[in-house]
């Protein structure tokens, strides 16, 4: 049988190991459509996925990586053929089924969209499961009814993938962006992407309030914990926060204050299993509105073997906005 390179992630007496390794395409999972990956995004799950900080990974071996672009070689999908260019995001990929950071993937053809017009592979995956997220975070605000005369809009982790790509869209949108971040040197990026202002992270970390002096309208958090404790509390009447990440802790130490005397709604946003009409509604708003120059700025692209060492850089916070992964 053929075989193709892959990260691996492995589990034994002494734990978890990860290596760049050659994977038999006989391993590969049950699916309908096989494609050729060409490029990849490194995200946060990814992180955790690589390390074993948390159980992300239910079965092993694990081939992690839980976002591709790539060209179908095989399918027994209606909707797909030889040659179509492909993109997925979620479905448990990366966690329950063998990820993007491989040259083949094996996937269910219904957890696929096309590329959309416009966007070449790498910039899709400079979008990738991050700038999709905020893209269905902002879809999220907007359908609650929330426009920029209501206010500011603060977006958490701001100089991570799902902020990075939050910022420049909200500001295309005309919104007042506050940037939340940890970051010190980050301020002139932050501020070229479309915030106005910056936020410590520090000042949203602390122990939350019932209710605090209200500042936005509208947020978008990747961090839960105490921050989004503190932003609900922070929320001006009718406002509502999107709440997509938990890089700071899956807790929410909050009250029914904000609910009740307030208003303020909180939206969760789970871009693993979006059905197909909003993920391509929320994939061709991408191909439109997202400002492709900010994107770039925002990028770092890396090749794979490279992959498994920026494992630990992203836990840490120390990746800036989007990084892609060069597959073949």
């Known amino acids: 049988m053929a075989t193709f390179k892959a990260w691996v992630v492995e ?37 955790l996925a690589m390390t074993g900080r948390m159980p992300v990974v239910r079965r092993f071996p694990m081939i992690p990586g ?10 027994d999908h ?39 017009e416009g966007l070449s592979p790498a910039q899709a995956m400079a979008i990738g499961t991050a700038g ?23 977006v958490t982790g701001a100089s991570g993938g ?25 301020a002139d990026y932050l501020k070229a992407l479309g915030a106005a202002e910056i936020v410590d992270r520090a000042d949203l970390a602390g122990d939350p309030k019932p209710l605090a002096k ?3 309208a509208a947020g978008i958090d990747a961090v839960g914990s105490k921050t989004l404790a503190n932003l609900l509390a922070m929320t001006k009447g009718g406002g509502a926060i999107a709440a997509c990440g938990n890089a700071g802790g899956m807790d929410l130490p909050t009250s029914v204050a904000p609910f009740i005397l307030r208003g303020v709604s909180l939206l969760g946003i789970n871009s693993v299993t979006t059905p197909q009409t909003p993920r391509r509604e929320a994939w061709a708003r991408l191909a439109q509105e997202l400002d492709l120059d900010a994107l770039s700025s925002m990028t770092t692209t890396v090749g794979m073997k490279d992959v498994g060492g920026l494992a630990e850089t992203i836990l840490a916070g120390q990746t800036r906005g989007r990084t892609v992964v060069e597959i073949g």
């Open 11 to 47: 589990k034994g007496e002494g734990g978890q190991s990860l290596a760049l390794e050659d994977f038999d395409e006989a391993g590969l999972m049950d699916g309908d459509v096989t494609v050729r990956v060409t490029h990849s995004g490194l995200n946060y799950k990814d992180g």
């Open 66 to 75: 839980i976002d591709f672009c790539g060209v179908v070689e095989a399918s």
């Open 78 to 116: 209606a909707a797909w053929k030889p040659g179509d260019t492909v993109v997925l995001t979620g479905w448990g990929v990366g966690e329950t089924h063998l990820g993007g950071f491989a040259e083949r993937a094996r996937v269910k053809g219904d957890w696929l969209v096309p590329l959309p």
């Open 132 to 154: 999709y997220t905020a893209m269905l975070s902002v879809i999220a605000l907007e359908k609650h009814g929330l426009t920029p005369d209501a206010g500011p809009v603060v």
């Open 162 to 186: 799902v902020g990075s790509v939050a910022v420049s869209l909200l500001k295309r949108a005309g919104w007042h962006v506050i940037a939340s971040t940890g970051r010190e040197g980050e």
């Open 214 to 216: 209200e500042r936005w």
